[in-house]
């Protein structure tokens, strides 16, 4: 089983999926707040590929980007960022994130081999559509990354069909029509649909996008196979400065991981 398939069928309720973006504001801080997210709570990582166009993220996460690229982030940094917490940590799944230019400059093949060297899971490359992604999926089966696809509200069933066709991992359902951080989900709308998605696969279906407070994730977790929180953590990090930042992340991340074991009742009557 790979560390995504076994984290999935060891937990009990809901996974808590964290995103952080790669070098943001610094490599050391990044690292150091990367390491500290299992044992906040995160059963897995989204590491973000830092990217000059980031277009399906709102500010925040856009934001995150050019703190990171103005460090010095590259395609090199994020990779020895996973070997070094691979080096203390050779249990949580890592999935990058991010789009395909930069992958494509460093070189696909090359970049399948040392994502996979480095102890990268997997991968969701929001901008490359099932269609167009041949040669990464060839890159990705042939050093065993799982390809992670994106599901939107609009996804009828054909085009399902299409995206579930080479899909691995988990699906990650963006629940709002728009980018990162902007917008709540309509629960009313996106449960039927999540119900009728998993009429067509058995992988675990992860709800991101609008998920801001423990609340938001304990409500999608009654839902989904996972909850995908990653603008207000890179909120938390730009809110604070380098020596606090780490802390402040693993504060927020222990409320949300325990918001997905307690009854949406009992935080309701925390307000």
Avoid: C, W
């Avoid at 990582?45 to 934001?63: H, K, N, R, T, Y």
């Avoid at 400059?105 to 060297?117: L, M, R, T």
């Avoid at 691995?168 to 963006?174: D, P």
């Avoid at 039927?192 to 409500?219: R, S, V």
């Amino acid at each position: 089983m790979s560390r995504i398939e076994k984290t999935f069928a060891a937990l009990e309720r809901a996974a808590l999926v964290s995103f952080i973006t790669a070098g943001d504001p610094d490599r050391d801080t990044s690292a150091a707040v990367l390491e500290g997210l299992p044992e906040a709570g995160a059963d897995i990582i989204e590491l973000g590929m830092p990217f000059s166009d980031p277009m399906a993220d709102g500010p925040v996460i856009q934001a995150a980007s050019q703190r990171a690229l103005a460090a010095g982030a590259n395609m090199q940094q994020t990779l020895s960022m996973v070997q070094q917490f691979r080096s203390k940590n050779d249990e949580t799944p890592i999935v990058l994130m991010g789009y395909f230019n930069p992958i494509m400059a460093y070189g696909v093949q090359q970049f399948g081999q040392d994502a996979a060297n480095a102890g990268v899971d997997g991968l969701i490359i929001v901008d490359l559509p099932p269609e167009e992604d041949e040669e990464l999926q060839t890159a990705a089966k042939a050093n065993r990354l799982d390809i992670i696809r994106l599901i939107t509200p609009t996804t009828d069933e054909s085009r399902l069909k299409t995206l579930l066709d080479g899909a691995s991992g988990f699906l990650y359902y963006v629940s709002i029509t728009g980018v990162t951080g902007t917008a709540s989900a309509d629960m009313s709308k996106l449960e039927p649909h999540i119900e009728e998605i998993k009429k067509h696969t058995d992988l675990p279906i992860a709800i991101g996008f609008g998920i801001k407070t423990p609340k938001d994730a304990a409500a999608m977790g009654r839902i989904g196979d996972a909850v995908v929180v990653g603008s207000s953590i890179v909120q938390t990090i730009e809110n604070n400065d380098k020596n606090t930042a780490a802390r402040a992340v693993a504060t927020q991340v222990k409320a949300l991981s325990a918001a997905l074991s307690k009854p949406l009742a009992k935080l309701d009557n925390q307000g």
